[in-house]
Antibody
Framework: EVQLLESGGGLVQPGRSLRLSCAAS????????MNWVRQAPGKGLEWVSG????????YYADSVKGRFTISRDNSKNTLYLQMNSLRAEDTAFYHC????????????WGQGTQVTVSS | DIQMTQSPSTLSASVGDRVTITCRAS??????LAWYQQKPGKAPKLLIY???NLESGVPSRFSGSGSGTEFSLTISSLQPDDFATYYC?????????FGGGTKVEIK
C-alpha cells in the first residue's frame, strides 16, 4: 500500500523557518512529480508547490513564492518543503501528494503535518 | 490564475437522495478537472479525474460530467459514508487551484 508520511511540523514564531519532509514508500517515488497542499483551520485546500520527478522543475503559489523551496531526494524517497520567513497566514495542515503527471491530479495523499506560526 | 467556484457551499440531503455539486472555472480548462472527497481529520481522496473518469475503487454511484467551464459531480443515491466535503481541482495550468468546497450534511 502506498504510504506518504509527513513530518517536521510544529509551532514556530513569525519570521522563522521550518523544513517539512514527506517519506514515500510502496511506489516508485522517482517516477512521479509531487506536490505540497495545505489546509488552514476550517478552510479549503490550497496548492502550495509542485516538483517534477527529477526535481528539475519547480512551481509555487504566489502566496509562498520567494519564501518556500520544494526539493526532493530520490535516493531517499523523500520530498521536502523549506519554509522561510513564516507568517501567521501560513498556519495550516500541510499534505504531500503525488502527481499523476506534472501539474495534474493527486492520487495519493499523506495525512499531513500541522504548522502553527504564532508568537 | 484560474478561479474555481463551487456551489452550493453546503448541501443538506438524506440517505438515498440524488445529489449534484457544480464547479465553474473562470476560463476553459477542457476536461482537466478532478474531484476529491474529504472527511474531518483525513486526507482528501481522489474520486474522479479528467472530469468523468472514475478512480479505481470508487463506488459507481459517483459520476462526473462537463467540459470547458462547467462541471458537476453527482452522487446517484447518497449513502451514510458519503457525508463529507467535496472539492474540485483544475489541472489545466499552474497554479493548480481548488474550488472552495461543498459540505454535504445530513438533513
Amino acid at each position: 500500500e502506498v504510504q506518504l508520511l509527513e513530518s517536521g511540523g510544529g509551532l514556530v514564531q513569525p519570521g522563522r523557518s521550518l523544513r517539512l519532509s514527506c517519506a514515500a514508500s510502496e511506489f516508485k517515488f522517482s517516477s512521479y512529480a509531487m506536490n505540497w497542499v495545505r489546509q488552514a483551520p476550517g478552510k479549503g485546500l490550497e496548492w502550495v508547490s509542485g516538483i517534477s520527478d527529477s526535481g528539475g522543475r519547480t512551481y509555487y503559489a504566489d502566496s509562498v513564492k520567494g519564501r518556500f523551496t520544494i526539493s526532493r531526494d530520490n535516493s531517499k524517497n523523500t520530498l521536502y518543503l523549506q519554509m522561510n520567513s513564516l507568517r501567521a497566514e501560513d498556519t495550516a495542515f500541510y499534505h504531500c501528494a503525488n502527481d499523476y503527471g506534472l501539474g495534474t491530479y493527486m492520487r495519493y495523499w499523506g495525512q499531513g503535518t500541522q504548522v502553527t506560526v504564532s508568537s | 490564475d484560474i478561479q474555481m467556484t463551487q456551489s452550493p457551499s453546503t448541501l443538506s440531503a438524506s440517505v438515498g437522495d440524488r445529489v449534484t455539486i457544480t464547479c465553474r472555472a473562470s476560463q476553459s480548462i477542457s476536461s482537466w478537472l478532478a474531484w476529491y472527497q474529504q472527511k474531518p481529520g483525513k486526507a482528501p481522496k481522489l474520486l474522479i479525474y479528467k472530469a468523468s473518469n472514475l478512480e479505481s475503487g470508487v463506488p459507481s454511484r459517483f459520476s462526473g460530467s462537463g467540459s470547458g467551464t462547467e462541471f458537476s459531480l453527482t452522487i446517484s443515491s447518497l449513502q451514510p459514508d458519503d457525508f463529507a466535503t467535496y472539492y474540485c481541482q483544475q489541472y489545466d495550468s499552474y497554479p493548480l487551484t481548488f474550488g472552495g468546497g461543498t459540505k454535504v450534511e445530513i438533513k
